[in-house]
Every structure is written in C-alpha cells, then in structure tokens.
C-alpha cells in the first residue's frame, strides 16, 4: 500500500516546478519586452502554488524537503520575477532609484518566507504579513490594469513605485492576513457557496484585467485597514461582548 502513496506524493512537487517554470518564463517575458505576457505567467504560478500546497496536505506528504523547495521556487515567481516586471514596465525610467525600488521588494520578499519558514510552519488561519503570492498577484494585475486603462506616463509609474514600496512594507509588517489553506465546508454550506463561487467566476471572467486588481488590492488593504482602525478607536465606542449589569439602588 505504501507504493501508491509515494507515487501519489510526487504530484505536489510537480506543480511546484511548475510554480518555478511559470515564475522563470514570468522572468524571462518581462526582460523581452512582453510585459502582459509576464503578468499572467505570475498569476499561473500563484495557482501552481495553492495546488501544490492543497495537493501535499491532502496526499499527507507534507516535509521539511518539500516547504524549502516550495520557498525557493516562490523566491523566483513571487520575488525576482514580479521585481523586474515592475522595473521594466515602469519604474527603468527613475534609473538608480528604479531598481533599487524594485531590489527592496526582492529583499522584502526574501525576508517574508524566511519568516515564514521559522514562525509559520504549518497550517494556520492567519498568516503574518501580506503573503508573497498575494504581493505578486498585486503587482503583476496592477501592471495588466494599467495596461489594460491605456496609463502613460507619469501615472503608470508613480502607482508602481507607490506600490512597490506598499507592498514591500505589508509583507513585513504584522498585521494578520486570513488564509485559505485551513477552510473546510460542510455540505449545506456547499449548496449556498458553489452558486457564489460560479458567481464570482463569471465576474472575474467578464472583465479579468479590472476585477483582478480590485480583488488583490481589497486583499491587501482591507485587513490592514481594520486592524488599524481597531487600534485607534477609543475605549468607550468598543462593541461589549457582554451587557453590562444594573448597579444596585441603595
């Protein structure tokens, strides 16, 4: 019984060479000029990388090999590739200043999955910080948006050096970011989640250049936002988990 498992186990690192083939072909497009062509070669590795994530906990093959070979692949798809695309679509124009805009999204990239690695090494609701897929997806249908909208200069390059540095700065940050890889249904949330995701589907279909970006950067945001309103509300207008009892008449 042991064989069909093993064979089975090589099915995630499969789709994990396929995140790097998607990231290196990302690379590769962007410094030949095909900057939309590069775009969606980082989106393909972002679904490589939850296949291969959701196919290693479903077959148990879940190692040490496995996370370090996942994070180095990710390093090319999620760090190096979206860098250069952001340098070559846009920010090439501002010189020193332009590439080293997009060598602090590398770094900043590289020290989120270290990070990961040590504090985050299994499965959880959270993750700390923007997780590195998610950035990509940002800069790579940010750059489809603005290609999509027709921007020029200086629009297209000052969004992507104002993103560039956001996005370098969510992924070390603190702020709690919800995953999806724990999320289990039960069969009568099925019946009402399968209509919103077809839903959902036709959507993101109808107008893929627009709906991506307003997706990852709801993503983004969002979660931030709350936390940081949280943080500022005053003590007296929080929400009481419990009612506060009557004091007694004397």
Same mark, same amino acid.
């Given at each position: ?15 994990? &060479?396929?995140? *790097? ?5 990302? *690379? =590769?497009?962007? *410094? ?9 070669? #980082?989106?393909?590795?972002?679904? +490589? @990388?939850?296949? @291969?994530?959701? /196919?290693?906990? /479903? &077959?148990? $093959? ?7 070979? @996942?994070?180095?692949? @990710?390093? =090319?798809?999620?760090? #190096? ?22 060598? =602090?999204?590398?770094? +900043? ?32 249908? &940010? ?44 069969? &009568? ?20 250049? #627009? ?13 931030? *936002? ?19 009892? $009557?004091?007694?008449?004397?």
């Amino acid at each position: 019984m042991e064989r069909p498992v093993r064979k089975i186990a090589l099915l995630p690192h499969i789709f994990t &060479t396929g995140n *790097l083939f998607a990231g290196f072909f990302a *690379l =590769v497009s962007a *410094l030949s000029g095909k900057i939309a062509v590069a775009s969606w070669a #980082v989106l393909a590795a972002m679904i +490589c @990388d939850v296949l @291969d994530g959701r /196919l290693a906990r /479903l &077959t148990r $093959s879940t190692s040490r090999f496995g996370m370090e070979y @996942d994070s180095l692949c @990710d390093m =090319v798809s999620f760090g #190096v590739a979206p860098g250069i695309l952001a340098y070559e679509f846009a920010l090439k124009t501002y010189g020193r200043y332009g590439w080293l805009a997009a060598f =602090v999204y590398v770094a +900043c990239t590289a020290l989120r999955l270290a990070r990961f690695n040590v504090e985050e090494p299994g499965p959880s609701a959270y993750f700390k910080g923007l997780p590195s897929p998610a950035a990509a997806g940002l800069v790579a249908s &940010t750059v489809i948006f603005l290609k999509h909208v027709g921007a020029e200069f200086p629009v297209k390059h000052a969004a992507l050096v104002l993103m560039i540095y956001a996005v370098s700065f969510l992924m070390i940050s603190p702020f709690p970011y919800p995953s999806f890889k724990v999320l289990r249904f039960r069969e &009568t949330q099925l019946t009402y989640l399968l209509p919103g995701l077809i839903l959902a589907f036709a959507v993101v279909a109808a107008e893929p250049q #627009v709906t991506l970006f307003i997706l990852f950067l709801g993503y983004a945001l969002l979660f931030p *936002l709350k936390e940081l309103l949280l943080r500022l509300r005053p003590a007296g207008f929080r929400l009481r988990t419990k009612p506060q009892e $009557s004091p007694e008449e004397i």
